[in-house]
């Protein structure tokens, strides 16, 4: 009996033994994890950097070099909203889910559409924005077309900025149009307003705004948009800390009407439009 009672206890004591190393080891791996988050390091570093790039209005240089839009306004109220400043590092956009994988800078915040190809690299957080592709052309090069099935041919040329949803879609819904890649998307404007393409597909609102300020050379042919994407914060794999504070931040200005304020001023009007070029 007395063996039997020494067995128990080493066996109890043996088991306390198991569960203090493992809660040692759960909280050993915690401060790891808590030392790795992007969170961690923006809050230590006093900085968050933002990728982005130019795309109007989600982002644009006004007439002093100063960058403003929406994309702006969201990543200055979030790192406002962390006690922090904000750092914009505008990248090309076919480069620039690989500048995140690669530490150049913590988040993108730059109208991302959430694609499940992207989702396979970056994790995203809840949409805190919708987007939409639609088409402006040019009134001689397609006159008569009122449909997207008048764009899919052979003899069209369709411009898009490189690495966008914009050129997925082209892909998709024209996939016997001529694509032409441009790196920026006044780039690819300008080729329209040239008359060298028969249109451009891009993200709402800008065809709707190329066609009312160039009325003379260009069109809608067809009204709104022809697709609907979420767009998220992408950040880096791996995360859940920064994952979960920037789910819980566009919760909290989405209850709150700020974002819906600052999409009303940014995609419904065009009060912004003489701080531009």
């Known amino acids: ?32 994890i808590s030392a790795a988050s992007t969170i961690e390091t923006i ?29 702006i306004d969201v990543a200055t109220r979030l790192a406002e909203d962390m006690g922090v400043k904000v750092e914009f590092m505008p990248t090309a956009w076919s480069g620039i889910i690989p500048a995140l994988l690669t530490g150049k800078f913590d988040v993108i915040i730059g109208g991302m559409g959430i694609t499940a190809q992207r989702a396979l690299q970056v994790n995203f957080t809840q949409p805190y924005e919708y987007s939409g592709m639609s088409i402006v052309a040019h009134k001689k090069k397609a006159a008569g077309f009122a449909s997207l099935a008048d764009f899919n041919k052979p003899e ?21 149009a001529k694509l032409r890649m441009f790196d920026t998307e006044p780039q690819a404007y300008q080729e329209l307003r040239n008359g ?64 819906e304020e600052r999409h009303h001023y940014w995609f419904d009007t065009k009060d912004w439009s003489n701080q531009v070029e």
């Open 43 to 71: 809050k230590k570093r006093g900085v968050l950097k933002v990728g982005m790039d130019i795309f109007q209005p989600w982002a644009m240089k006004d007439k002093n070099g100063k960058l403003i839009g929406f994309e």
């Open 196 to 259: 060298n393409v028969h249109a451009v597909i891009g993200n709402a609102p800008r065809p709707a705004y190329e066609a009312v300020d160039y009325s003379d050379t260009l069109f809608l042919p067809v009204q709104g948009t022809f697709t609907k994407e979420p767009i998220g914060f992408a950040m880096r794999k791996g995360d859940p800390d920064t994952l979960a504070f920037f789910n819980s931040w566009i919760t909290i200005v989405t209850l709150e009407g700020w974002l």
């Open 156 to 176: 069209v040329q369709i411009a898009v900025k490189l690495g966008t949803t914009a050129a997925a879609a082209a892909k998709q819904f024209l996939p016997k």
């Open 1 to 32: 009996m007395k063996k039997h009672g020494l067995f128990v206890r080493l066996s109890i004591i043996a088991l306390l033994l198991t569960c203090i190393g493992s809660f040692s080891y759960a909280a050993s791996m915690q401060q790891e």
